[in-house]
């Protein structure tokens, strides 16, 4: 079992940026890829960006790359989202997720756990 809190979630202005925290707890945090999805409002939930669990390797929506970084720092147990540029259409509930894959990590259904979410909200 691996329990996942996000926080850093808020209000913020278009253009500006927010950075995201998802701290792990339980079985090893480190065994695990992570993955941050958003859900937006009457929208179907979005992957947004994932990392392997050593983090040599990352990929991005289409929609957030060049904007935000995902990074991980083992020894804290805990996966970062950092997001610049942020645009009203990036408001939504930010989930992060862990997944015991090397691929596939597009597909919701590759994540075995979830946390509870942390909402975001950009003005224009």
């Known amino acids: 079992q691996v329990q996942l809190v996000e926080s850093g979630g808020g209000l913020v202005q278009a253009g500006g940026s927010l950075r995201l925290s998802c701290a792990g707890s339980g079985r090893t945090f480190s065994n695990y890829a992570m993955g941050w999805f958003r859900q937006a409002p009457g929208k179907e939930r979005e992957f947004v960006a994932a990392i392997r669990w050593s983090g040599s390797r990352t990929n991005y929506a289409d929609s957030v790359k060049g904007r935000f970084t995902i990074s991980r720092d083992n020894a804290k147990n805990t996966v970062y989202l950092q997001m610049n540029s942020l645009k009203p259409e990036d408001t939504a509930v930010y989930y992060c997720?862990?997944?015991?894959?090397?691929?596939?990590?597009?597909?919701?259904?590759?994540?075995?756990?979830w946390g509870q979410g942390t909402q975001v909200t950009v003005s224009s």
């Open positions: 997720a862990a997944s015991p894959y090397d691929n596939s990590w597009q597909r919701g259904n590759t994540y075995d756990y």
